[in-house]
C-alpha cells in the first residue's frame, strides 16, 4: 500500500529510496542512501516527471497506481536520460502504449540509442510549452546540467520547477520528502558532496542554468534527488550558486596525502599544526588510501585552501593521490590557496609531480616542502612554517 505524497493541489511524489546500492555510478560511495525522485502532475491530462532506476520498477510502478488509478498516463517528460532516471522508459512505454514522451533533440538521440524507441515523441525546444489543461507546462533547457540533453520542467500553476539533477543531492528522505516535513540537516553535506562529484564539473552551464530561473518565481524545487525544497529553497539556490561559482564556503584548510609508513602523514600533521597555530580553526586531513576521493572533493569545494602531499613512489606520486590531483584538474577547481609537500628515500620527486596540477588551475601556490626519510626537527619547522604561512592567506 502506498499513500502517494502530494506536493502541491496537482502534484504528487512517487520517487523511490535506494539504501541498497553502494555506490552511485558504481564509483561513489552512498553511506546514506540516494533517491530516485518522479513525479506526477495532473490535470485534464497527466504527464509523468522522469522516472527511476529500471531495479525499482514495481514499485514505482505501485506509486503510479496509487496516484492514476485506471487514469492513463498522456504524457512523459524526460528531463535526464542518464539510467538513474530514464532506466524504466521501456518498461513504462510496455506499460501504457499511447503515452507520448516529451524531450528535446539531444534526449531522442539517447532515447534511440539506448531503448531503440523512435515513435510517439513530442520534442521541444528552450522556452515551448505544454497544456496539460488548466495548467501549462515550460521547459527550461539546461544543457550539461548534467548532460547535453537535461532540461527543466516549469509549472508556472503553482511555481513547481522539475529542475533534474540540480539542486540534487545523495541521502535518501525518510518518511516524508517536503523539507518542512523532514529533519534536512544531513542533507547539506550530502548537497555538497553530490555537486563536487556529480555536476563540478560544469559550474559554467550550473551559472547559465541559474540565469535562466531568475525569470521564473519559484516556490518549490523538485530535484530527481533528495528532499523537496519549499521552506529553504533561497538557500539551496545559494549554495549551488557559490558552489558552481568555485567560492569557497568557509575559511580553512583540507590537507590530503598519501602515506604508506606514516613519515608522510607526520609531514601532514605538522603543516596542520603551522595552520592552527595561524589561527584556523577549519582543518582537515584526509588520508588517500582510507577516505574516498569523493568526501575529499567535497571539503576541496568547500574550503579555501588546499594541501596536497605524496611519498615518491616509483618515481611518480602514490597511485591514490595522482587519482585525486586528476578529479581535482578536470572539475576546473578555481580560486584555492596551496601547497605540496612529499617524502622521499633517495630520489624526491612528489612536490615536483604535485605542484603542475595547481598551476594549471592557476592557484595561489604558497610553497613546497620535501623531506628525506624520517622527519627531522630542522625540517618539522619547515613544514610548520609552511602551515603558518597557508594561515597567513586564508586569514
Ligand atoms: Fe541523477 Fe545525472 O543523473
Redesign the pocket.
Known amino acids: 500500500m502506498y499513500s502517494p505524497i502530494k506536493i502541491t493541489e496537482t502534484t504528487h511524489y512517487i520517487g523511490v529510496n535506494d539504501r541498497r546500492k553502494p555506490l552511485f555510478e558504481n564509483q561513489i560511495p552512498l553511506p546514506y542512501g540516494v533517491s530516485y525522485n518522479s513525479y506526477i502532475v495532473e490535470d485534464e491530462r497527466t504527464a509523468l516527471i522522469d522516472t527511476v532506476d529500471v531495479c525499482y520498477f514495481d514499485v514505482f510502478l505501485r506509486k503510479i497506481d496509487a496516484v492514476l488509478g485506471n487514469r492513463p498516463l498522456d504524457y512523459l517528460i524526460i528531463n ?1 536520460m ?1 539510467p ?2 530514464s532506466g524504466s522508459i521501456r518498461l513504462i512505454r510496455e506499460r501504457y502504449p499511447d503515452i507520448q514522451i516529451v524531450g528535446n533533440a539531444k534526449t531522442f538521440d539517447m532515447i534511440r540509442g539506448y531503448f531503440g524507441i523512435t515513435d510517439n515523441l513530442l520534442e521541444v525546444k528552450d522556452g515551448d510549452t505544454l497544456s496539460l489543461g488548466r495548467q501549462t507546462l515550460q521547459f527550461i533547457l539546461t544543457p550539461m546540467v ?2 547535453p540533453e537535461t532540461m527543466m520542467t516549469y509549472n508556472p500553476f503553482d511555481g513547481t520547477l522539475f529542475s533534474g ?1 540540480a539542486f ?1 543531492s545523495f541521502g535518501t528522505p525518510d518518511g516524508g520528502i517536503l523539507d518542512s516535513s523532514i529533519n534536512t540537516d544531513r542533507f547539506w553535506s550530502e548537497m555538497r558532496r553530490y555537486y563536487a562529484n ?1 555536476v563540478g564539473k560544469y559550474g559554467v552551464p550550473v551559472q547559465s542554468a541559474l540565469n535562466k530561473l531568475k525569470s521564473v518565481k519559484i516556490n518549490t524545487i523538485c530535484s ?2 533528495g528532499a523537496v525544497w519549499v521552506e529553504q529553497k533561497e538557500k539551496v539556490i545559494d549554495l549551488y550558486d557559490k558552489l558552481s561559482r568555485y567560492e569557497p564556503l568557509e575559511q580553512g584548510a583540507v590537507i590530503a596525502y598519501g602515506s604508506m609508513y606514516g613519515h608522510t602523514e607526520e609531514m601532514a600533521e605538522a603543516i596542520a599544526e603551522g595552520i592552527s597555530a595561524g589561527g584556523v580553526k577549519n582543518v582537515v586531513l584526509y588520508d588517500v588510501s582510507k577516505t574516498d576521493s569523493s568526501f575529499i572533493l567535497s571539503d576541496i569545494f568547500k574550503y579555501s585552501a588546499v594541501v596536497i602531499g605524496s611519498p615518491t613512489y616509483m618515481n611518480e606520486i602514490m597511485p591514490a593521490v595522482e587519482t585525486l590531483l586528476h578529479k581535482i584538474e578536470i572539475r576546473g577547481i578555481k580560486n584555492r590557496i596551496f601547497a605540496a609537500f612529499g617524502s622521499c628515500t633517495w630520489a624526491g620527486v612528489a612536490p615536483k609531480r604535485i605542484l603542475p596540477v595547481a598551476e594549471n588551475l592557476k592557484w595561489n601556490i604558497i610553497g613546497a616542502v620535501e623531506e628525506k626519510q624520517a622527519l627531522k626537527a630542522e625540517k618539522y619547522a619547515e613544514f610548520f612554517e609552511l602551515g603558518q604561512n597557508i594561515a597567513k592567506q586564508i586569514s
Open positions: 535526464h542518464e538513474d532516471h548534467h548532460w539533477d540534487g556529480i530527481t534527488h
